[in-house]
Every structure is written in C-alpha cells, then in structure tokens.
C-alpha cells in the first residue's frame, strides 16, 4: 500500500491494515541532546509531521496562510540577559526567557502582556488585516505545488500544523483569560468575532479546495488544560459548535472526508460535541491530563479516530517503561482499528536517543510493519 492509501484505510476502521508511521516532532533542546548523544542530523527533524526519515511515513501540508496579512513588524520592546519583551507578526507583546533557547524552542512558555483586540473597536480596525483574497496567503509557487499534489502517493492535509482554528484564532487576538472573560462580558463580540472568521476562512481557502483534491483538514485549537477545556459543554455548543457545522459542511462539499482536532489537555467532556459537528479524529490525547486512548475508544467505538496517546514520560524512563507503555496501549487499540500510534507531543529534552530508537522499534513490530 501506498502512504496514502494506508493513511486512508486506517481513517475508515479497515480491518488487518497497518496505521501509518508518524511522530509530531521535537524540542529544540532535544536536538542538541540527540546530537551529542550520537543521532545523524539527517535522521532528526522538527517537522517529521511530513515523515521521509527513521521509516516514518511521508505526508504533506497546503500552505495556505489565515492570520493577520499585512502581518504586524516585528519589534523589540525591552530587553536584558535573561529576557526579551516582543510584539510578534500577530501583534501578541510577549516577555520571553532567552536563557536555555535552542533552535527557536524556549524553555519555557512566553508571558503574554497585551494582544491587538480588546473590545468591538480594535476588532474591527485589527480584522482589516483579514482580507481573504491578500496575495500573501498562497506561497508564489502554488501552481507547482498543485502540480505535485495530483501525483501524490501520500496523505495531503488542507494547511500547515497549527494552521486554524476558532477559539485559537480568538485567543491570538485576545488572549486566553480575556476571550474566557468575553464569553460573559462580551458574549455578543465573540459571536460576531466568530461568523467574520468562519466566513473568512471559507473565503480564504476556496482557492485551494477548487484546484486540489486534500484527504483531510485539521483544527488546531489547544482550548484545553490538564484538567478540562477552557469552556463549558454549554459555551461550547452555544458559540463554536454551529461555526464547525459550517466549516466542516463546506469542506465537506468540496470533498474533504476527515475533520482532526489538535489539541492537548483533557477534551474528554467535548469529544461528543466534537463527533457531532462532524469530526472524526483528535490528537494527541495527552496523557498527563488524563486523555486514555483505550479507554475512550471503548466508549466512542469507531466514531471516532485516534492518534497519539503515547506517553512521553515513559520515554524518558527505560526500555521495561516504554514496553509497558506501548504493550497496554497499541494492541488493543490496534485490533480496534482507526489508530495512529504517535507520542502525545513533541518529544522533551528529557528522552534519551537511545530510548527514543527502542521506542520508534518496538512500535514497529506491534504496528506489524
């Protein structure tokens, strides 16, 4: 089979077909470890999302870009030897740590200061920069790229990882406390906030659905914690849900069958709102807040593909570990079908090279491949 046709077979429950290899990518302080640990730069990649190396199957993401075009100029604010104030492409200001940065990974999460929208007026002077039809938004070589894609023999998702998503879009404009605040102060701008977006992401990417054929589209939303989601089921369906419906129904009739949520923390009070609206996958059900694969696949049966689920931690341990992690997970999971064994994140600076190697063998053997 083909990567493709191994992709799609796993996507509809085929029954005695092998899920398709992947991983999601590392730290950049990962890289400096693997690198003296011995690893081939070659073999090591922040993007194995599009596979080529380790065995791990190829795939491909359309660059189709939904933020904010013109893109704010970078600038620095404040600055000293351990810290850097910024406002990024988005207009985010953001206090950083500059001590432990490898390669672009800090080793820790930014602090956010401000974000451009506040209240109905800086919505409606930042949507200016949402124009769907700015020439930025498709890479110059598209035309070539669309020529690839209809000799393909891999999977081709609609956008790059972290591409889209409704509340992650909100929390880029407002951030997270702000946007969770809005829902009951404000409740009439996220509404509004929401149709402009969901109806200029249509408009945005009728280029593409037209001129390439993509087996799937991926929401990247992170709207959750360790312990649950940021909004209630009853937020959810009352703001989002009808904002999905459309987007997943409009994709839908330009051929798209398979609809992923990405995002990490505990979703597990969303997952039927989420099968409602039409999606058929999350990732990358993270262990640590609680996300077990095994035991959400029995209640959800083939409603729902699964990928992920692989708990980092137990990477950073031993081989007895990793084994125990894997033989309570994949078998059951795998005789179920509709399962793409991957570790729940990007692997941390923690996980030795060496285990990482035991690790990528072992689930190859019990992938059957």
Same mark, same amino acid.
Request: glycine share 8%.
């Given at each position: 089979m083909t990567d493709r046709e191994r992709f799609l077979a796993t996507m509809r429950f085929d029954p005695g077909v092998a899920p398709p290899n992947h991983e999601l990518g590392l730290w950049g302080q990962t890289l400096d470890r693997w690198l003296a640990e011995g690893a081939k730069e070659q073999d090591i990649s922040?993007?194995?999302?599009?596979?080529?190396?380790l065995g791990l199957?190829?795939?491909?993401?359309?660059?189709?870009?939904t933020h904010a075009d013109p893109r704010f100029e970078y600038r620095v604010l404040e600055e000293d030897e351990?810290?850097?104030?910024?406002?990024?492409?988005?207009?985010?200001?953001?206090?950083?740590?500059?001590?432990?940065?490898?390669?672009?990974t800090r080793a820790s999460m930014d602090q956010h200061i401000s974000h451009p929208v506040r209240d109905r007026e800086s919505f409606l002077e930042y949507k200016k920069r #949402?124009?769907?039809?700015?020439?930025?938004?498709?890479?110059?070589?598209?035309?070539?790229?669309?020529a690839q894609w209809r000799q393909r023999d891999y999977p081709l998702c609609l956008q790059e990882n972290c591409g889209f998503g409704l509340f992650s879009h909100l929390r880029i404009w407002m951030g997270t406390e702000a946007l969770c605040i809005a829902f009951y102060e404000q !409740?009439?701008?996220? *509404?509004? %906030?929401?149709?402009?977006?969901?109806?200029?992401?249509?408009?945005?990417v009728s280029r593409a659905v037209q001129e390439v054929q993509f087996d799937c589209f991926n929401f990247f939303e992170d709207f959750a914690y360790k312990t649950g989601p940021f909004t209630s089921p009853q937020l959810f369906r009352g703001f989002? %849900? !009808?904002? #999905?419906?459309?987007?997943?129904?409009?994709?839908?009739?330009?051929?798209?069958s398979y609809f992923m949520l990405d995002s990490d923390g505990n979703t597990e009070v969303l997952?039927?709102?989420?099968?409602?609206?039409? %999606?058929?996958?999350?990732? !990358?059900?993270?262990?640590?807040?609680?996300?077990?694969p095994v035991r959400i696949r029995k209640q959800y049966g083939k409603e729902l593909v699964i990928s992920g689920g692989i708990d980092k931690r137990e990477l950073a341990k031993g081989k007895r570990e990793i084994e125990?992690?894997?033989?309570?997970?994949?078998? !059951?999971?795998?005789?179920?079908?509709?399962?793409?064994?991957?570790?729940? *994140?990007?692997?941390?600076?923690?996980?030795?090279?060496?285990?990482?190697?035991?690790?990528?063998?072992?689930?190859?053997?019990l992938m059957g491949c």
């Amino acid at each position: 089979m083909t990567d493709r046709e191994r992709f799609l077979a796993t996507m509809r429950f085929d029954p005695g077909v092998a899920p398709p290899n992947h991983e999601l990518g590392l730290w950049g302080q990962t890289l400096d470890r693997w690198l003296a640990e011995g690893a081939k730069e070659q073999d090591i990649s922040f993007d194995w999302f599009r596979g080529g190396t380790l065995g791990l199957d190829r795939r491909d993401f359309a660059p189709v870009y939904t933020h904010a075009d013109p893109r704010f100029e970078y600038r620095v604010l404040e600055e000293d030897e351990e810290t850097i104030i910024h406002q990024d492409d988005q207009g985010v200001v953001t206090r950083a740590l500059k001590t432990g940065t490898a390669h672009g990974t800090r080793a820790s999460m930014d602090q956010h200061i401000s974000h451009p929208v506040r209240d109905r007026e800086s919505f409606l002077e930042y949507k200016k920069r #949402y124009v769907a039809s700015s020439p930025g938004r498709y890479p110059a070589r598209w035309p070539e790229l669309v020529a690839q894609w209809r000799q393909r023999d891999y999977p081709l998702c609609l956008q790059e990882n972290c591409g889209f998503g409704l509340f992650s879009h909100l929390r880029i404009w407002m951030g997270t406390e702000a946007l969770c605040i809005a829902f009951y102060e404000q !409740p009439a701008l996220v *509404h509004e %906030m929401l149709e402009f977006l969901t109806e200029f992401f249509c408009e945005a990417v009728s280029r593409a659905v037209q001129e390439v054929q993509f087996d799937c589209f991926n929401f990247f939303e992170d709207f959750a914690y360790k312990t649950g989601p940021f909004t209630s089921p009853q937020l959810f369906r009352g703001f989002f %849900m !009808p904002h #999905y419906r459309r987007i997943i129904e409009f994709l839908r009739g330009h051929g798209v069958s398979y609809f992923m949520l990405d995002s990490d923390g505990n979703t597990e009070v969303l997952i039927g709102s989420l099968i409602e609206v039409g %999606m058929n996958c999350h990732w !990358p059900f993270e262990a640590a807040a609680g996300m077990d694969p095994v035991r959400i696949r029995k209640q959800y049966g083939k409603e729902l593909v699964i990928s992920g689920g692989i708990d980092k931690r137990e990477l950073a341990k031993g081989k007895r570990e990793i084994e125990q992690e894997l033989y309570a997970k994949l078998p !059951p999971l795998l005789e179920s079908g509709g399962y793409i064994p991957t570790v729940d *994140h990007t692997i941390p600076p923690d996980v030795p090279w060496g285990n990482f190697l035991y690790y990528l063998e072992l689930k190859r053997k019990l992938m059957g491949c």
